[in-house]
């Protein structure tokens, strides 16, 4: 199978959530998988959109389109009142998180399903993991393009967690001398290369700062006594093959568990300075408005006795989660520390999950409920 492309055509409208709470939903999508013998070495996102919806991602810079990243000035060169397709690739360092059946069509339908209909966090469905190589539109026999430096520095890269910046600001510089020249063209000059980057300064900057942004998320594998919270986290996740996604650039990761008796979202919240870390489960469905009474007895019958950590909800919205959490100040976090507050929290949110549903779903008494649970 080497060098094959597969596609992989979608059924459903592909939706894709963003950091702020906001969501892109593609009614006509597929995926793009590049294989290399065996290994998954790049999946793209092929997308029609209208103009409109083409509009909403270069205003709010949607999937990494920067103003910045564009080699050219996208609405002198598409009519917007006819469709665009959108060309993305997802960060390849979070390939390993996709499942072994990406390349199949069916099952792969099903899992974004899954996804969706569940709540669950996923790399594939973050919109910041998708990074516009190219928009395009076709007129006639033309093919109009706007191409972005994400397209040249995926190209030329062999592996994303250790690149060497200073090639990467070199990608970055011929990128922008590049896009100069194209702009003088268009107006009938020509630019020495010392001009080019006088002139486009600022845009050199603007994607340095964003490529370096994304290379200090990535995943720092040191065994080094004297590292931070942070980097320890980190490494135990890495360590213990769990998929991660860093809440912007907010030291908060978030995670997926599945258990025997369902799957759900996590949360890890770092705390440097306090020397703490916090690990959440939270349970997907929130607690309807008229059992949120139920369910606080139920939590804090639970919560009686419990060695590590505790349930909580909030009661404005009826979310319920299990919290544990450590404090470090005078010592140092290990993996086997977070082992104990990661795995004594799923293993408990696993435990206590059927009941918590039946809370939210039955008239079952509380105390009736628990005693099924811990007899």
């Known amino acids: 199978m080497m060098g094959t492309t597969l596609p992989v055509a979608l059924a459903d409208t592909l939706t894709l959530f963003c950091l702020d709470g906001s969501t892109l939903s593609f009614a006509q999508a597929g995926l793009l998988l590049a294989i290399d013998g065996e290994a998954l070495v790049a999946c793209h996102l092929l997308a029609e959109v209208d103009g409109d919806f083409y509009r909403q991602i270069e205003a709010d810079e949607r999937m990494n389109y920067g103003v910045a990243v564009r080699s050219e000035a996208a609405a002198d060169l598409f009519d917007l009142n006819r469709p665009v397709t959108i060309r993305a690739l997802l960060r390849p360092d979070l390939l390993d998180q996709l499942p072994d059946f990406v390349d199949d069509a069916r099952q792969m339908r099903a899992y974004l399903a899954d996804l969706r209909a569940g709540r669950f966090i996923a790399p594939l469905l973050f919109s910041e993991n998708w990074f516009i190589t190219e928009i395009t539109q076709t007129h006639g026999a033309e093919v109009r393009a706007v191409h972005t430096f994400w397209a ?224």
């Open 152 to 375: 040249q520095f995926y190209e030329t890269m062999d592996d994303f967690a250790q690149l060497d910046r200073e090639t990467v600001h070199a990608a970055i510089t011929a990128f922008v001398q590049e896009r100069a020249r194209g702009e003088a063209a268009r107006l009938g000059r020509t630019l020495p290369p010392s001009l080019a980057d006088a002139l486009f300064a600022d845009v050199n900057q603007l994607i340095r700062e964003q490529v370096d942004q994304m290379l200090d998320s990535l995943p720092v594998d040191t065994d080094d006594g004297d590292e931070s919270l942070w980097d320890t986290v980190i490494r135990f996740f890495v360590e213990d093959d769990w998929p991660v996604q860093q809440l912007g650039t907010e030291p908060i990761l978030l995670s997926v568990f599945e258990g025997e008796h369902g799957r759900w979202n996590c949360l890890i919240r770092v705390a440097e300075e306090q020397d703490r870390v916090v690990f959440y489960s939270i349970v997907p469905e929130e607690t309807p408005p008229d059992r949120r009474l139920a369910m606080a007895e139920f939590l804090t019958r639970a919560n009686y006795g419990m060695l590590i950590g505790n349930f909580e909800m909030d009661f404005n919205d009826g979310e319920v989660r299990y919290k544990t959490s450590i404090d470090v100040e005078g010592d140092r976090l290990t993996s086997a520390l977070m082992m104990q507050i990661v795995y004594a929290n799923v293993r408990t949110m696993d435990r206590y999950l059927p009941g918590i549903q039946q809370m939210m779903e039955t008239d079952r008494a509380p105390a009736e409920i628990i005693a099924s649970i811990e007899q």
